[in-house]
């Protein structure tokens, strides 16, 4: 198993395909973006095109509607299966994805707690009520480890965090064990300069609006975009959302998606740099993913012997 991990916009999927090339038996890459699981949300996440895939088979891409709730525990057996087909057929798994829970179900001996309807149910219309924002404060008190690592405006996360501490008496946290892989896995991270980083992003959300993301989100909207817990929350698309309503102008949604990913850049960082098993590799701008995909070959050997 390879995992090619690290921020939005640190160029993860150009540095995968290049490494699927690279390899002997050839690669396969399986999406762990949590979003780019939804059919048409592709501007607003940045989806990699059929073009850019360079005919690498890219797998859990447009897996849900935009109207589904995406489940940590579902995509564990998603992918789960599908590294049990790419490495049977004698091809090296390639993950890609920042999303951190979900690169931790994937590559890590990770349970989830159960759930409880009802329970969830009663958070949910909390959060209906209240507002993600309001109900954050609520796990800030319960929970403050947990209520640093989410996004005030991921209410979804929330109840989930909320929900756990609830059945467990414990915080969301202890329900996340050690990390230990369940197959041989290298993990890499790429690491961008923060001011680049936040350029990149910045120029991608520009690019976003001029490719049309306004005219993704009222398509999706009349497929069930707000009914979405997941999909109708995301960054971008809500900000989008609150302009069409009136709420804010299009250039303000635009100036908060970028704040807002910007801030998420560095949880994502943050979060894949609490674990020591993270070889990091320097992405500064100009940087040929050929090069970086050379470099993950150097490190095979150390995950082997790991």
Same mark, same amino acid.
């Given at each position: 198993?390879?995992?090619?991990?690290?921020?939005?916009?640190?160029?993860?999927?150009?540095?995968?395909?290049?490494?699927?090339?690279?390899?002997?038996?050839?690669?396969?890459?399986?999406?762990?973006?949590?979003?780019?699981?939804?059919?048409?949300?592709?501007?607003?996440?940045?989806?990699?095109?059929?073009?850019?895939?360079?005919?690498?088979?890219?797998? +859990?891409?447009?897996?849900? $509607?935009?109207?589904?709730?995406?489940?940590?525990?579902?995509?564990?057996? *998603?992918v789960r299966a599908a590294f049990d087909d790419i490495t049977a057929r004698g091809r090296t798994p390639i993950l890609v994805g920042g999303s951190?829970?979900?690169?931790?179900?994937?590559?890590? /001996?990770?349970?989830?707690?159960?759930?409880?309807?009802?329970?969830?149910?009663?958070?949910?219309?909390?959060?209906?009520?209240?507002?993600?924002?309001?109900?954050?404060?609520?796990?800030?008190e319960r929970d403050p480890e947990a209520a640093a690592k989410i996004l005030p405006s991921n209410g979804r996360r929330i109840v989930r965090a909320l929900e756990v501490g609830h059945l467990t008496g414990e915080p969301f946290a202890a329900s996340l064990p050690d990390?230990?892989?369940?197959?041989?896995? +290298?993990?890499?991270?790429?690491?961008?300069? &923060?001011?680049? %980083?936040?350029?990149?992003?910045?120029?991608?959300? $520009?690019?976003? *609006?001029?490719?049309?993301?306004?005219?993704?989100?009222?398509?999706?909207?009349?497929?069930?975009?707000?009914?979405?817990?997941?999909?109708? &929350?995301? %960054?971008?698309?809500?900000?989008?959302? /609150?302009?069409?309503?009136?709420?804010?102008?299009?250039?303000?949604?635009?100036?908060?998606?970028?704040?807002?990913?910007?801030?998420?850049? &560095?949880?994502?960082?943050? *979060?894949?740099?609490?674990?020591?098993?993270?070889? *990091? +590799?320097?992405?500064? $701008?100009?940087? $040929?993913?050929?090069?970086?995909?050379?470099?993950?070959?150097?490190?095979?050997?150390?995950?082997?012997?790991?």
């Amino acid at each position: 198993m390879i995992a090619i991990v690290g921020s939005t916009a640190s160029g993860k999927s150009d540095v995968a395909v290049a490494l699927a090339g690279l390899l002997e038996q050839g690669g396969e890459a399986v999406n762990s973006d949590a979003l780019q699981f939804y059919r048409g949300m592709d501007i607003g996440t940045a989806k990699i095109t059929t073009a850019e895939m360079a005919g690498v088979p890219h797998h +859990l891409l447009d897996v849900l $509607d935009v109207t589904e709730t995406a489940e940590v525990a579902t995509f564990q057996l *998603w992918v789960r299966a599908a590294f049990d087909d790419i490495t049977a057929r004698g091809r090296t798994p390639i993950l890609v994805g920042g999303s951190g829970l979900y690169v931790r179900a994937a590559l890590d /001996d990770l349970r989830f707690p159960g759930t409880d309807p009802e329970i969830r149910a009663r958070y949910e219309g909390e959060l209906e009520r209240l507002g993600a924002p309001a109900l954050h404060a609520v796990l800030e008190e319960r929970d403050p480890e947990a209520a640093a690592k989410i996004l005030p405006s991921n209410g979804r996360r929330i109840v989930r965090a909320l929900e756990v501490g609830h059945l467990t008496g414990e915080p969301f946290a202890a329900s996340l064990p050690d990390p230990t892989y369940v197959r041989p896995t +290298l993990q890499v991270g790429l690491a961008v300069p &923060r001011e680049q %980083l936040d350029t990149r992003i910045d120029a991608r959300v $520009d690019r976003m *609006w001029a490719a049309g993301l306004v005219e993704e989100v009222r398509r999706l909207e009349a497929q069930g975009l707000r009914d979405g817990l997941t999909a109708g &929350r995301a %960054l971008g698309y809500a900000q989008v959302l /609150d302009a069409l309503d009136g709420r804010t102008t299009e250039e303000e949604a635009r100036e908060l998606t970028a704040r807002l990913t910007r801030r998420f850049a &560095r949880k994502q960082e943050s *979060w894949f740099r609490r674990d020591p098993r993270v070889h *990091w +590799l320097d992405a500064p $701008d100009g940087t $040929d993913p050929a090069d970086l995909a050379r470099q993950v070959l150097q490190l095979l050997p150390v995950a082997s012997a790991a």
